[in-house]
């Protein structure tokens, strides 16, 4: 069974760090580039609709991000594990929301993890 489960949101202050992960299984990982997409919390978008917030190719050699968090989020993955990262630093309170793992080409979503940034 295909799966992507995202794990690792919570509550954190402004300024803080999260690590988020996005666990793969039933597909053969190392060959999708994964993206990280968020939507505001409790706000239900269309896939097409969600932010996309960092891109890591298939090898982990290329990574983009979008301009609202360079520098502060840094995406990897780990292809033995099967797995995907989104370190969040300095986190703001617009960072607020939930956030999704997706592979490309062929296209998986998980199921989000929710991340609140407040005081």
């Known amino acids: 069974q295909i799966q992507l489960v995202e794990s690792g949101g919570g509550l954190v202050q402004p300024g803080g760090s999260l690590r988020l992960s996005c666990a793969a299984s039933g597909f053969t990982f190392d060959i999708y580039t994964i993206h990280w997409y968020r939507q505001p919390l409790g706000e239900v978008r269309k896939e097409r609709d969600r932010?996309?917030?960092?891109?890591?190719?298939?090898?982990?050699?290329?990574?983009t991000y979008a301009d609202s968090v360079k520098g502060r989020f840094t995406i990897s993955r780990d292809n033995t594990k099967k797995m995907a990262y989104l370190q969040m630093n300095s986190v703001q309170p617009e960072d607020t929301g939930t956030y999704f793992c997706?592979?490309?080409?062929?296209?998986?979503w998980g199921q989000g993890t929710d991340v609140t940034v407040s005081s």
């Open positions: 997706r592979t490309w080409p062929y296209t998986y």
């Open positions: 932010d996309l917030v960092a891109t890591i190719d298939p090898a982990g050699s290329t990574l």
